[in-house]
C-alpha cells in the first residue's frame, strides 16, 4: 500500500504490523528514559523546535478540545491544557502513558488512553466530530503506516478542525545524515565550518536509530520523503495551509557539541504543517 514502509530482514518482507508491535516494546523499554529526558515540560529539542511551531500552527487553543496522537510523556498535553485545552492524549506505549499520568494536577484537563495509532477502528473509538483540533509531534516518523491516522483524524475532527503535526524534517533529519567539521583557509585565514552528508532521499527506508543521544535501546524510524508524508494527508481528504522548518537558535545553545546539530544552525531539523479539512 502506497505510505507503507516495509524492512526485508532474512529474506522476509516485515508488515507494517509486525513492526508496529516490534516498535511498541522499543517504546516501552525506553518510557524511563524519555520520561527522563523530556521531564515535566519538555527538553531543548521540544521547547525550541516543537512547541512554538504547535502554539503558532494551532492558535488560541482556550476551550478547545485537542487529541494530541504519540503523546509519549505528556509534555505537549500539559503545556495545551496550561493554555486551557481539553486534551485527549494517546500513545501505544503503556509504559509511556503510566508515566504521562504521573504528574500531578491535570486530572480534569488531560484524559490518557493507550491506542495504536495505525489501526483506523482503534482511532475511531474516541468519537467522530469531536475534536477541534488533532496533533501529532515527532511521531509520524516512527510509524510504519500514518494513512489510518489521516484518515481517521478527517472523521474525529470537526467540520472546521485541523491538524497539527511535527516531525522530523524528511530532508536532512530522516535519512541517516552524518555531520563533519572542516578545517581550512580561506582568503589567509583559518575557518571551520559544519557540514552534512545526506546519502538517500527518494526511497521510503526503515532504519532503526536512536532518537537521543544515549538512549538505552534504537526504535524503528520511518524515511519517507515529503511528497509521500503530504500526499497521504491529501489523500485522506486534508489540504497543507500552513508550513514551517525550525532548526535551533544560533545563541540558545550551551556546551555546544561539534560533531552535532548545535552547529547546524542553518539547516532545519523539524518541519510542521497544518492541514485543513478539503
Ligand atoms: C519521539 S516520541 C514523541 C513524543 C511526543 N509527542 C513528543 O513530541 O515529545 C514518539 C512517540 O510516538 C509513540 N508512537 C509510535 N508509534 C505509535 C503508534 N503506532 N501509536 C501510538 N503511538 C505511537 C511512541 O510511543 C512515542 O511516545
Redesign the pocket.
Known sequence: MAGEVRIQRSGKMKKPEAL?HE??DQ?NKKAEF?DNL?GEK?NQF?NQL?RPNVEKLLGNVRGKLIL??????G??ARALADMGANVTA????LE?INRAKAYQGYDDLIKYQV?????YDELLTLGEGQFDAVI????LM???KIFPLFSASRKLLKADGYFVF?TSHPSFNSNLPSISINAGERDGERVVDYSMKITHYLEPKVQIAM?APNEPNPHYFYHRPLSMILNEAFKAGFVLDAYEESSFDIGGIENRNPLSWDNLTDIPQVIAGRLLIK
Not at 68 to 73: A, H, L, Y
Not at 115 to 119: E, G, S, V
Not at 136 to 139: F, L, P, Q
Open positions: 508496529n516498535g511498541k517504546w524519555w523530556h519538555g521540544h516543537v494530541d496522537v504519540g503523546c509519549g510523556n509534555a505537549m494517546v500513545d501505544f506505549s509511556l491506542l495504536d495509532a495505525t489501526n501529532s509531534t515527532m511521531a516512527d510509524m510504519p511535527v532518537g
